[in-house]
Every structure is written in C-alpha cells, then in structure tokens.
C-alpha cells in the first residue's frame, strides 16, 4: 500500500501544533538529542544446563471417563477392616459359617427394611457375632435412560441401612458374601458383643 502525500493544510496544521506545544526536556539543545537510539549490544546467552527429565513429567493426569459414585461392593472393598484381620480374612474367604440369614428376595424397601431391622438386633441379643443377608443380585432395567440406576434396589440399600441408627450400634463390619453364600447377591454382617 503506497503513503498519501500530506495536503498543505495538514502540514500547516502540524507546524501549528508544534509551535504550541511544550518540551519534555528543555534544558537540553536540539543538537544534543539523538535522532535514533543507538542498538542494543547483543549479549551472549549463557549455555542452557537441563534439568534431569523424565518421560511425561509434565503431562496432566488424563480425566475420568466419569464421576459416578463407585459402586457398593467397591465401596465395602475400601472401607477400613474393623474386626480382626485373621477373621476377616477366613471370613472373605468363606471359611466361616454364618450363623443366621435372611433373605430380602422380592421384598419392596418399605417392608425389607423393617425386616431387617428386627433380624440384626434379634441376632445381636442372641449373641450371635456373623449374620448373612440375602439381597439378590437385582434385575436389569428395561430402559435405560440418561441418568444411571443401580442395579438392584435392596443391594444397594442394605448396607446404608446397616451404617444408619438403630443398626450402626450393632453392625461391626459389613462385606460383599463368597461366591459359597451367594457373592454380589448377599453380605456378611459381623456384629459387635453386647457388653
């Protein structure tokens, strides 16, 4: 793009303009003011020194796919061992024998927890220390929409249950059941001694 000439009128204007205007520095002679910076020296950049580097150390943590609430048997998994280890472990393993059950198939929440409620305190008066608790595995809905559903009600239910008064005061540890006494379907409820 090629510069427009300035009109006469223009260059009246500016001669105008600096002939009002005031010096910044007028101390200093017109002579002695530079008429272009001289340039910077280049300076020499010292040599780079890296830093020990490893492989994505910089890299950001991939997203989770999603941020549900993991599910009950995951959250049992991870809740912190309360009776002794050595029970724990036969008992995960399904070599203890529990010593009542009951079986929450088919109920609706409003009768199986009253249900419950009954067994674990009548079990805990009777001195009995391990319980299992039957809830079945659950059915699959038909449609599934855009908002997650657990699959099966009272499965998912059941150990809040048992975390919430009046049963928290008796339940010492709850755990998914081996595969021998029913797996995802059923818990071992480990009750605390009345003293």
Request: net charge positive.
């Amino acid at each position: 793009m090629a510069r427009r000439r300035l009109t006469t009128e223009e260059i009246e204007l500016w001669r105008k303009v600096t002939r009002q205007a005031e010096r910044l520095h007028p101390e200093l002679p017109e002579s002695v003011r530079p008429k272009t910076l001289p340039k910077p020296k280049p300076t020499k950049a010292p040599l780079a020194r890296f830093e020990a580097f490893e492989l994505g150390q910089t890299a950001k943590p991939k997203p989770q796919k999603n941020n549900l609430k993991p599910a009950m048997t995951e959250r049992l998994a991870a809740a912190p061992v309360q009776m002794d280890q050595k029970a724990f472990a036969r008992l995960k393993r399904g070599k203890l024998k529990p010593e009542g059950r009951i079986d929450l198939h088919g109920m609706r929440m409003d009768t199986a927890h009253p249900v419950l409620v009954r067994f674990i305190l009548t079990a805990q008066a009777q001195g009995k220390r391990l319980v299992l608790v039957i809830t079945g595995k659950g059915k699959d809905r038909d449609e599934p929409g855009p908002i997650p559903t657990p699959r099966g009600v009272l499965r998912n239910q059941v150990p809040q249950w048992l975390s919430l008064p009046p049963l928290a005061q008796a339940v010492l540890q709850v755990t998914p059941a081996h595969i021998s006494h029913g797996g995802d379907g059923a818990y071992y409820v480990y009750l605390r001694r009345i003293r």
